[in-house]
């Protein structure tokens, strides 16, 4: 199976992501706008000049040259997106290649005013997706109210854990230590962690 996968390798999930695709036994290309190496993907270009406001259309063109050039070199079987923006796929180009599409927070929980027409475009894109995933039940039905999907249409896949290497072993645990694996960042929520803790540590 070949698998086009459109997100950028500069971000590690993209870049974990498309190595499970080929651990999997998929052919993976990925179409980003950086060359990031990742052994066993084949990576496309998917570099274009900077968005210009005062040309948009120009940019877009641009891109959409590019996807199609993906298109022609991978021949994919399906369409991964990890990351739904605006212009990720441009849909009239997909035909009737099966996709994918993974919802990872801000961009169904925007943190800044977006445009109409950026939003129409997200939705029309999870609209056409044969799949809609994401990482948590809280993200799921953000996604379905930013795009007015019924509930089936998006799945929860949870995050794995290693139980081998992640293990509290035998060691009698004093007093519960939490750890944040996320950066200090507003958007990420720490302060509702600390005000429940209190509630957490009464009901057990």
């Known amino acids: 199976m070949n698998v086009l996968s459109v997100g950028d390798l500069g971000y590690v999930h993209n870049r974990r992501w498309a190595r499970g695709l080929a651990a999997m036994g998929a052919r993976v290309f990925v179409l980003s706008s950086t060359t990031t190496p990742v052994e066993g993907i084949e990576i496309l270009s998917g570099l274009v000049p900077p968005f210009r406001p005062w040309r948009p259309f120009r940019w877009v063109q641009r891109w959409r040259a590019n ?38 927070g801000t961009e169904v929980i925007p943190l800044d005013e977006e445009s109409e027409s950026d939003r129409l475009r ?41 139980l081998d290497q992640f293990s509290p072993g035998d060691h009698p645990v004093e007093e519960p230590v939490i750890g944040f694996a996320k950066t200090l960042s507003p958007k990420y929520g720490l302060e509702f962690l600390i005000e429940a803790m209190p509630r957490v540590l009464d009901a057990v």
């Open 122 to 162: 997200k939705v029309e894109l999870l609209h056409r997706a044969d799949r809609v995933l994401a990482s948590s039940n809280c993200l799921a039905e953000a996604t379905r109210q930013y795009a007015g999907l019924e509930h089936s249409r998006v799945q929860t896949i949870y995050w794995g854990v290693d």
């Open 67 to 104: 996807f199609r050039s993906a298109l022609k070199m991978a021949k994919p079987d399906l369409i991964h997106v990890p990351f739904p923006g605006p212009y990720s796929v441009p849909l009239e180009d997909v035909g009737r290649i099966p996709v994918v599409v993974q919802t990872w």
